[in-house]
């Protein structure tokens, strides 16, 4: 792989999860439990989207093969598609799509810290305007993680249910291979291992304050990085490449 | 009122340090934080302000309408409570 392959490689990592992420959130957009909700998560989701914008036009830029980030989002197929599996899961309920948000946001606050100062300008440059934003958004999902966790019997079911479901799929946040060791080396990728620990004590406490417990097994479901995702990302891609696949280059 | 959505909260934004916090609406919320949380994504999105107040609805005392009579009108012919019968030098400019 070249040095451009490995930078086009990792801000399309980067530029996937947000743009799965943004495109699950958005699916509650007029669903919410209630109004003032139902806009404090799609003000979530516009933020990720605004992220997952500014990443593909980079990823698109770097890669340098006549494509924008439209044809990135719009023109690949699922096993193109490298986001994690985490964000690719069905929102189920509510409590479920806030647990899988809190579990991002305290990710992404430690990632865009430390991406914040790579050697590379353009992900450095994204990563502090989006430091902010995910802050807030940890605020307000860890806000609400304590309110069903520690709310009725009902509501803590519900997200416990959710994590014991969700949990398996955190374990590839943190994976490396070549492409982000080599980066790593050069002072442009973050190497997430590197806060693992970090994060993992920033959620057990969550889960103290929420009294709802981790579940035992170690296992840890991947592939969503090399393309080998589970069977709700097609679906979803259906939906979101519907329209430029239906009319190529249509102007609205 | 309470229903389903929580109880009501109003909501009052300060545009800069300094001048008053004015009403702006209301929202529903089941706690302190999230009403706080509510008010800035209702509210603040753009730019409009620096600094939020929120009030559960129901710590607010008001006025009604059948006060109209014997609460405002008393002032009505009292147009003497005005400072305008006095010559302002032209010194002083605007007041």
Known sequence: MTSQETLYTY??????????LGQRLSEWTGHGPFLE??????NIALDTFGTATSLLEYAA?????????????????ERE???????EQTNGDYAKTILRQSFIDAFNILLYTELAKSKDETLAGIAQKAIKEVSYHFRHTSSWVVRFGDGTEESHNKIQDALNELWRFTGELFEMDEVEEALVKQGIAVDAKSFQAKWETQLDELFAKATLKKPETSFMQTGGRKGLHTEHLG?????????????????? | MSDSQGPIWEVFVQKKAGQPFVHCGSLHAFDKEMALQNARDL??????????????SAAITASSPEDIGSFFEPANDKVYRHPTFYQIPDAIGHM
Not at chain 1, 235 to 252: F, H, V
Not at chain 2, 43 to 56: D, F, I, K
């Open chain 1, 81 to 87: 598609f490298c986001n994690i599996l985490l964000v």
């Open chain 1, 37 to 42: 909700e139902d806009l404090a998560l799609t």
């Open chain 2, 43 to 56: 509210y603040t999105r753009r730019n409009e302000g620096m600094s939020l107040w929120v009030v559960p």
């Open chain 1, 11 to 20: 801000t399309l990592r980067l530029a996937d999860n947000a743009l799965v």
């Open chain 1, 235 to 252: 679906y979803m891609l259906s939906e979101m490449q519907t329209l430029p696949r239906m009319l190529p280059d249509a102007k609205w």
């Open chain 1, 61 to 77: 830029k770097v890669e340098n093969k006549n494509r924008d980030a439209d044809a990135l989002a719009y023109r690949r197929n």
